[in-house]
Nanobody
Framework: QVQLAESGGGLVQAGDSLRLSCAAS????????MGWFRQAPGKEREFVAS????????YYADSVKGRFTISRDNAKNTVYLQMNSLKPEDTAVYFC?????????????????WGQGTQVTVSS
């Protein structure tokens, strides 16, 4: 059993930066791979980024490559999403997720645990 709690969302202007955090508790050995997804109103939830246990493998959606960076600190049981050069189209609820198994984990169905989400709003 794993609980995930996102934080760090807010209202920013285009071009600004935000760093999201996701703190894991419970059976943290089950957070082998962690990822971020986002969902805008009326849209499907989409993959943003994922990271392996060691941090040696990271994966990004094409829409955020070069702007977003995923990282993790296992001593703190926390994964981060650094978001730079934010655009209005980045506006969404951002969800943290964890999988018990290795792999790129580009799909929602690959994840076992989910946080409640944090709102990111980017104004133009």
């Amino acid at each position: 059993q794993v609980q995930l709690a996102e934080s760090g969302g807010g209202l920013v202007q285009a071009g600004d930066s935000l760093r999201l955090s996701c703190a894991a508790s419970g059976r943290t050995s089950s957070t082998t791979c962690m990822g971020w997804f986002r969902q805008a109103p009326g849209k499907e939830r989409e993959f943003v980024a994922s990271i392996s246990w060691s941090g040696g493998n990271t994966y990004y959606a094409d829409s955020v490559k070069g702007r977003f960076t995923i990282s993790r600190d296992n001593a703190k049981n926390t994964v981060y999403l650094q978001m730079n050069s934010l655009k209005p189209e980045d506006t969404a609820v951002y969800f943290c997720a964890a999988s018990r198994f290795y792999g790129p984990k580009w799909y929602q169905g690959d994840y076992d645990y989910w946080g409640q989400g944090t709102q990111v709003t980017v104004s133009s």
